[in-house]
C-alpha cells in the first residue's frame, strides 16, 4: 500500500522499482553485453549463475550469447566489488578496478594483515604480475611461485596480494556454461590489451548503481560496493538527484530520471541464480526479503541459494536435480503458494529447465 506521503517510499514500491531496474517485471529486448553493463556486472562466483541471470532478465537469451563474449574478451572475470567474483564488461572491467582499488588494499589488510607484516606488498604485486602474464595460474599456482620468493610466508596470503593489488582476469574455459576446473589468472591488461583507466572519483560509479538498484541509502551504495564513505560522493552528485524517505525515515537517493513504478505493478514469477546481486546489493535487504528469509537463503559458509520471486518478493528455494538423462527442478516454497502462483512458477519451471537442462530426455517438476 502507498504510504499517501509522496516522499515516503513504501516496501512495494521499493520493490517494484528494484524489479523494474533488475529487467525483471518484463524481459528486456537487450543485448548480453548491454544488460551486463546495464547491471554493473553479475556476482559470478560461479561460472554458471550468471547465464540464468541473463535468462531470466532478457527475451531470448540463448547460452551462446553470454559465452561468445567471454570467448571474444569482451566480458571477464575478476575482483571487484566486495572484494568478490563478478562478470562484468571489458570497458567496466578497465574503468571500475582503479575505483574500488582502495577498498580491495583495506580488504586485503583486515584479512590477511598479521601474516603480511613486515612484508612489501608492492614487491610481491610485481612478482606475481610478472608471473602472471608469463604464464596464468591458478591462485594455489601463484601462491607456490611467490613462496619460492618468500618462503616463510603463507602462499596463500602472498596468492592474495597479488588478487587484490593486481587486476586477475579469470581466462577461459572459465566462465563457459557447463566447463568445469579450476580459475586460471592472468592481468586485465594482458588479456584486453589495454590499460586501466586512470583512478578517477566514484560519482559516476554512483550514478550507475542507482540506475540498476535505486532508490537507495548511502548505507546500500557502501554496502554493494564494499567502499566507505560514499556520502561525499552523493552530496557531490545532489544536483542530479531527487530524495525521499523510507517507512524507517531515512534519506533514499536516486537518480532524476530513474523509473519508480506503481507499488501495484503487477510481476510475473522468476527465477533467481545462485549469488544473485539483487539479493546482496543493499544494506536493508527488506525491499526483495526478510531477515528470516536471508537466514534460509543465505548459509553460513558464504553461498547464496537460487531463489524465486511471487508477487516480487523471495517466497522459496530453487534446484534442479539431474541424474543421467533425467532432470528435475525442485521448488521449496517458504509458505503455502496459491494454485495461481503455482501454475506459474510450473510453467515458468518447464521453460528454465528447457533452457538449464537442455539435454535432458525428460523433465519433471516437483514442489516440496
Known amino acids: 500500500m502507498a504510504t499517501g506521503d509522496p516522499d515516503v517510499l513504501d516496501r512495494r514500491t521499493l520493490n517494484r522499482s528494484l524489479l523494474a531496474r533488475q529487467l525483471l517485471v518484463e524481459r528486456s529486448a537487450m543485448s548480453a553485453a548491454q544488460a551486463i553493463g546495464h547491471l554493473v556486472g553479475m556476482q559470478a562466483q560461479a561460472p554458471n549463475p550468471p547465464y540464468i541471470g541473463l535468462w531470466t532478465r532478457l527475451a531470448g537469451f540463448r547460452v551462446d550469447d553470454l559465452a561468445g563474449l567471454v570467448k571474444s574478451r569482451e566480458v571477464v572475470r575478476l575482483v571487484l566489488m566486495r572484494g568478490t567474483i563478478h562478470l562484468v ?33 608492492a614487491q610481491v604485486a610485481a612478482l606475481g604480475r610478472e608471473s602472471v602474464e608469463k604464464e596464468p595460474l591458478t591462485l594455489g599456482g601463484l601462491g607456490s611461485v611467490l613462496a619460492e620468493r618468500w618462503p616463510d610466508r603463507d602462499p596463500f596470503a602472498l596468492a592474495n596480494v597479488v588478487r587484490n593489488l593486481v587486476p586477475l582476469v579469470q ?3 572459465r566462465g563457459l556454461w557447463g566447463e568445469s576446473g579450476q580459475a586460471v589468472h ?11 583507466t586512470p583512478a578517477v572519483a566514484p560519482d559516476t560509479m ?17 554496502a554493494w560496493s564494499g567502499m566507505t564513505r560514499l556520502a561525499d560522493a552523493v ?21 532524476l530520471d530513474a523509473p519508480l513504478p506503481d507499488a501495484d505493478t503487477p510481476v510475473p ?3 533467481l541464480p545462485e549469488f544473485d546481486n539483487i539479493l546482496l546489493s543493499h544494506a536493508d535487504r527488506a525491499r526483495i526479503l ?39 527442478l525442485v521448488l521449496e516454497p517458504f509458505r503455502p503458494l496459491r494454485r495461481q502462483d503455482r501454475d506459474a512458477l510450473a510453467a515458468e519451471g518447464a521453460e528454465l529447465l528447457a533452457f538449464a537442462a537442455a539435454s535432458a530426455t525428460t523433465r519433471d517438476i516437483r514442489f516440496e
Open 89 to 121: 564488461t571489458a570497458q567496466d572491467c578497465l574503468a571500475l578496478r582503479p575505483v574500488l582499488q582502495g577498498a580491495l588494499e583495506q580488504g586485503l589488510k583486515g584479512t590477511f594483515g598479521r601474516k603480511l607484516e613486515g612484508l612489501d606488498p
Open 171 to 173: 581466462v577461459p574455459p
Open 186 to 196: 592472468t592481468t586485465a591488461e594482458s588479456w584486453l590489451g589495454r590499460p586501466l
Open 206 to 222: 554512483v550514478e550507475r548503481y542507482l540506475a540498476a538498484f535505486g532508490p537507495a541509502t548511502v548505507k546500500d551504495i557502501q
Open 235 to 255: 552530496r557531490r552528485l545532489r544536483p542530479r538527484l531527487r530524495s525521499f524517505r523510507d517507512e524507517n525515515g531515512l534519506e533514499l537517493v536516486d537518480l
Open 269 to 271: 514469477v522468476r527465477f
Open 290 to 328: 526478510t531477515e528470516e528469509q536471508r537466514k534460509l537463503v543465505f548459509t553460513r559458509n558464504g553461498l547464496i541459494k537460487s531463489t524465486f520471486l511471487v508477487d516480487g518478493f523471495v517466497s522459496g528455494l530453487w534446484r534442479i536435480e539431474q541424474r543421467r538423462k533425467a532432470a528435475t
